[in-house]
Nanobody, 122 residues
Framework: VQLQASGGGLVQAGGSLRLSCVASGRTFSSHVMGWFRQAPGKEREFVAAVRWGTGRPYYADSAKGRFTISRDSAENTVYLQMNSLKPEDTALYYC????????????????WGQGTLVTVSS
């Protein structure tokens, strides 16, 4: 299984970005696909996740109301639409897959993408 994340970049505060993560291999309905982020000197933290079978989303408090996670089963792709970005959202964003269906912590994910950098300027 390989995960390929893309869509990061430099954006001003208040702007938007959409991250994408394409998974190779099959994703089953029991799997969870999630987004985590890691800022310099900090631990990897949960941002959002989606249950593949139902599409039900889950969000960290910091993401609620601003970020939207979605998936395209046909394309085996998970998206993270990020609006109203803040400087504190600056981090390397990783997509991951949990085969067991766990939402968090990061250690429960089995596969990770390479990360895509999001930089929000003030």
């Amino acid at each position: 299984v390989q995960l390929q994340a893309s869509g990061g970049g430099l954006v001003q505060a208040g702007g938007s970005l959409r991250l994408s993560c394409v998974a190779s291999g099959r994703t089953f309905s029991s799997h969870v696909m999630g987004w985590f982020r890691q800022a310099p000197g900090k631990e990897r933290e949960f941002v959002a996740a989606v249950r593949w079978g139902t599409g039900r989303p889950y969000y960290a408090d910091s993401a609620k109301g601003r970020f939207t996670i979605s998936r395209d089963s046909a394309e085996n792709t998970v998206y993270l639409q990020m609006n109203s970005l803040k400087p504190e959202d600056t981090a390397l964003y990783y997509c991951g897959k949990s085969v067991r269906g766990d939402l968090y912590p990061a250690g429960s994910y089995d596969y990770w993408g390479q990360g895509t950098l999001v930089t929000v300027s003030s």
